[in-house]
């Protein structure tokens, strides 16, 4: 049972949007900024989100972050058949003293 | 090229140890707080432990406490991973991971430590 909750899974058609939630507490999502990870299949997680919102350079702009109080969501807009991939969010645990992560969400792409 | 480059997994019985490493390359290592997180096959992330950027603070996750200690060399631009004690649930894929800005930006490819007797 992971801190931070995600939907197991999402799916949409190329070209549509698909949004993941995040649902933690005040003592990580709701304190503290939350980061979202992209997984391909059999490969290292890569950072796709941080600061709750922030890109890093190379992301493109169709994976966008958003969070209010103790919710966190990742959008993808225009969905392409490359973003079919594991999806955690994660964030400090300031109760727990620990780096807590999402469950994960396997976007596919039908 | 900024890279992590994680070795020292492999097959080991349970109650035995073995140290990862994490080679880093391209930026300057003393200068970044370092992380280790680990996937069971199939299953999540899940996250481990950290080092500051000068190894005088460490912190771990309640599974490993006692067990594991994470280590640097900033001379040699290594990150370690000291397991002792190990247990079948300990068996993961364990990254490397280089923090900045509150985040986990650069991971390196994993290495498989196997449980089992």
């Known amino acids: 049972q992971s801190v931070l909750t995600q939907p197991p899974s999402a799916s949409g058609t190329p070209g549509q949007r698909v949004t993941i939630s995040c649902s933690g507490g005040?003592?990580?999502?709701?304190?503290?900024?939350v980061n979202w990870y992209q997984q391909l299949l059999g490969t290292a997680p890569k950072l796709l989100i941080y600061?709750?919102?922030q890109r890093p350079s190379g992301v493109p702009d169709r994976f966008s972050g958003s969070k209010s109080g103790t919710s966190a969501s990742l959008a993808i807009s225009g969905l392409q058949s490359e973003d079919e991939a594991d999806y955690y969010c994660a964030a400090w645990d300031d109760s727990l003293n620990v780096w807590v992560f999402g469950g994960g969400t396997k976007v596919t792409v039908l | 090229e900024v890279q992590l480059v994680e070795s020292g997994g492999g097959l080991v019985q349970p109650g035995g140890s073995l140290r990862l490493s994490c080679a880093a390359s391209g930026f300057t290592f003393r200068t970044y707080w370092m992380h280790w997180v680990r996937q069971a096959p199939g299953k999540g992330l899940v996250w481990v432990s950290h080092i500051n950027n000068d190894g005088s603070s460490t912190n771990y996750a309640d599974s490993v406490k006692g067990r594991f200690t994470i280590s640097r060399d900033n001379a040699k631009n290594t990150l370690y991973l000291q397991m002792n004690s190990l247990r079948a649930e300990d068996t993961a894929v364990y990254y490397c991971?280089?923090?900045?800005?509150?985040?986990?930006?650069?991971w390196g490819q994993g290495t498989l430590v196997t449980v089992s007797s």
């Open positions: 005040s003592s990580n999502i709701g304190g503290h900024s």
């Open positions: 600061i709750d919102n």
């Open positions: 991971a280089r923090a900045s800005e509150a985040a986990f930006h650069i």
